[in-house]
């Protein structure tokens, strides 16, 4: 079952999603998806591969940034700011918690000069704590 969490209109959060899931999540009125779990993390896991073919399939635009055990990367965060950007839509971003893509939207919106406060207040409505990526939140922000 889906376990979909919306941050905001333009973007929801969501633990490892499979290619049969495709169609509803097209029917829930996302245009793309990103993917941000890199393959062979867990046995059983379907791959960036199978995702992306039953994405197209559907007209979804899909977008692979895997993130790692090792964290966060500028070039990372910067693919998530050209996926969102690149977006005709709704986007559904997933990793195997929907942790690490809820962290790389908050990373991403703070690169374009989100405050995060509100970031922080966002995630945590969908349930994610992001106290702990505060630092780099500010890291990445542009001088003000």
Not at 12 to 28: G, L, R, T
Not at 34 to 46: A, C, F, I, S, Y
Request: with cysteine; glycine share 10%; charged share 20%.
């Amino acid at each position: 079952m889906l376990d979909i969490r919306r941050i905001d209109d333009r973007i929801s959060v969501a633990p490892q999603i499979a290619p049969e899931d495709i169609p509803a999540i097209k029917a829930a009125g996302f245009a793309a998806i990103v993917n941000n779990r890199p393959d062979g993390e867990e046995d059983g896991q379907p791959t960036g591969d199978a995702i992306r073919a039953a994405a197209e399939d559907q007209g979804l635009a899909y977008t692979a940034i895997p993130v790692t055990h090792a964290g966060f990367s500028m070039p990372q965060v910067t693919a998530m700011i050209d996926a969102l950007g690149a977006a005709n839509g709704p986007v559904l971003a997933y990793c195997r918690s929907g942790t690490r893509s809820c962290n790389l939207w908050a990373l991403a919106q703070a690169g374009l000069g989100g405050d995060p406060d509100e970031l922080t207040q966002q995630a945590r409505g969908a349930g994610y704590d992001l106290s702990a990526l505060r630092p780099l939140m500010d890291a990445v922000a542009p001088p003000r």
